[in-house]
Antibody, heavy 124, light 111 residues
Framework: EVQLVESGGGLVQPGRSLRLSCTASGFTFGDYAMSWFRQAPGKGLEWVGFIRSKAYGGTTEYAASVKGRFTISRDDSKSIAYLQMNSLKTEDTAVYYC???????????????WGQGTLVTVSS | QSALTQPRSVSGSPGQSVTISCTGTSSDVGGYNYVSWYQQHPGKAPKLMIYDVSKRPSGVPDRFSGSKSGNTASLTISGLQAEDEADYYCCSYAGSYTSVVFGGGTKLTVL
């Protein structure tokens, strides 16, 4: 069974950092692009960024709202994708989801499955 | 404000059909055949229902179908069932700079 589990969420003060992990199982992790999303309380979905597979250089793309502050990386040997979040702002408060994307592709055109999400609260 | 425009809510009775629209521009929906749709029940993670405009992942009932005309994509749910009541989000690739955009979501109520 394909499964994704996010971890690392919690309460953090504005300006501080936090790293989220997305642990995958049930598929060949290294073959797939991986994506991060977030959903603020009572709001819609927002794409955060993605990382391509090593076959496509492991390159990353980010939403304008997080570019320069957030970094996505991956450890294919451990089947984990990371979201490093620096200089956090109160508006970054949200449930953060990771999702698997397509294999052998440059453009992640779909996201499936999604993890259960982890809540990040940025507050003093 | 979301990049893609969806109706805030739609409703239908069991057995009926409903269509949810998703309007973008030639830079996203109209420019690529990379529209996907996600179903989200309260407190749950989103679930992929349609990808690449009209393809259905295995396990998704064929009551769910997708289409696109110009800058507007649509999700049609036929034979409505109570468990279809959820929020639905459209998503599109938007080019190398913006990459991925979502609609604001549509709440489907099964009357």
């Amino acid at each position: 069974e394909v499964q994704l589990v996010e971890s690392g969420g919690g309460l953090v003060q504005p300006g501080r950092s936090l790293r989220l992990s997305c642990t995958a199982s049930g598929f060949t992790f290294g073959d797939y692009a991986m994506s991060w999303f977030r959903q603020a309380p009572g709001k819609g979905l927002e794409w955060v960024g993605f990382i391509r597979s090593k076959a496509y250089g492991g390159t990353t793309e980010y939403a304008a709202s997080v570019k320069g502050r957030f970094t996505i990386s991956r450890d294919d040997s451990k089947s984990i994708a990371y979201l490093q979040m620096n200089s956090l702002k109160t508006e970054d408060t949200a449930v953060y989801y990771c999702a698997r994307s397509c294999t052998s592709c440059y453009i992640p055109s779909w996201f499936d499955p999604w993890g259960q999400g982890t809540l990040v609260t940025v507050s003093s | 404000q979301s990049a893609l425009t969806q109706p805030r809510s739609v409703s239908g009775s069991p057995g009926q059909s409903v269509t949810i629209s998703c309007t973008g521009t030639s830079s996203d929906v109209g420019g690529y055949n990379y529209v996907s749709w996600y179903q989200q029940h309260p407190g749950k993670a989103p679930k992929l229902m349609i990808y690449d405009v009209s393809k259905r992942p295995s396990g998704v009932p064929d009551r769910f179908s997708g289409s696109k005309s110009g800058n507007t994509a649509s999700l049609t749910i036929s034979g409505l069932q109570a468990e279809d009541e959820a929020d639905y989000y459209c998503c599109s690739y938007a080019g190398s700079y913006t990459s991925v955009v979502f609609g604001g979501g549509t709440k489907l109520t099964v009357l």
